[in-house]
């Protein structure tokens, strides 16, 4: 258990609505790190952030906005969800240093109708 | 830039009798490698890592992996399948923290499945 939570762990919502993620770790680590999840694809990097305020976009950035106001905390936003949106969000954190081992999070289902 | 690609997308083999999941990687930099395994509705876990240390390298539950730099390649193997090995498989290649921020890669993941 690295210490890592993600809410809501599943969510249905509609096609329009703005949904927000959140990952909260306790382990205080610089990196954080979202990823979708769909078939055949194995995971996708959506942001991730080197620091508070420090973020850039990954290879699937479109649509997805994201927010780390401080270090536990880092956020992703669906400004206007879309059916192409439904997926399984993972958050990851990497410590700075050491064999920079990724850990992930539990998950988070997301379902837009 | 780094890719990854895992080039079995299904592997079926019987209880008892040897895994071969195999990955090439390609990357722009000295690459750190690693297995996660993924069991149905949960989340990742990880297997075992490459760093450049020792090219043969041992991960959890029998697993282990071998760097292969002339081939690119980070197969991993294991000598008796079991069958709570049954699930998907991913390789990932990640660049150093000081590039890039460290962002990994993933292949599009193997699916295990045991028979008896």
């Known amino acids: 258990d690295a210490g890592i939570t993600q809410s809501p762990r599943h969510k249905v919502t509609e096609t329009g609505t703005p949904v927000t993620l959140r990952c909260h770790q306790t382990?205080?680590?610089?990196?954080m790190y979202w990823y979708r999840q769909d078939p055949g694809h194995g995971l996708r990097l959506i942001h991730y952030?080197?620091?508070?305020?420090?973020?850039d976009k990954g290879e699937v950035s479109d649509g997805y906005s994201v927010s780390r106001s401080k270090t536990e905390d880092f956020l992703l936003t669906l400004e206007s969800a879309t059916s192409s949106q439904t997926s399984v969000y993972f958050c990851?954190?990497?410590?700075?240093?050491?064999?920079?081992?990724?850990?992930f999070g539990p998950g988070t289902r997301l379902t837009v109708l | 830039a780094q890719s990854v690609t895992q080039l079995d997308s299904h592997v079926s083999v019987s209880e008892g009798t040897p895994v071969l999941l195999r990955c090439n990687y390609s990357?722009?930099?000295?690459?750190?490698l690693f297995w996660y395994v993924q069991h149905p509705n949960k989340g990742l876990q990880l297997l075992l890592k490459?760093?450049?240390?020792?090219?043969l390298v041992k991960g959890i539950n029998g697993f282990e992996a071998e760097f292969k730099k002339s081939e690119t390649s980070f197969h991993l193997t294991k000598p008796s399948a079991h069958m709570s090995d049954a699930a998907e498989y991913f390789c990932?290649?990640?660049?150093?923290?000081?590039?890039?921020?460290?962002?990994?890669?993933f292949g599009d993941g193997t699916t295990l499945t045991v028979k008896p």
């Open positions: 952030s080197y620091g508070v305020k420090d973020t």
């Open positions: 490459y760093t450049s240390a020792a090219t």
């Open positions: 382990e205080n680590h610089r990196y």
């Open positions: 990932v290649v990640s660049d150093p923290l000081n590039t890039n921020a460290g962002k990994s890669t």
């Open positions: 990851a954190i990497k410590p700075a240093g050491g064999a920079d081992t990724q850990y």
């Open positions: 990357s722009s930099y000295s690459p750190s």
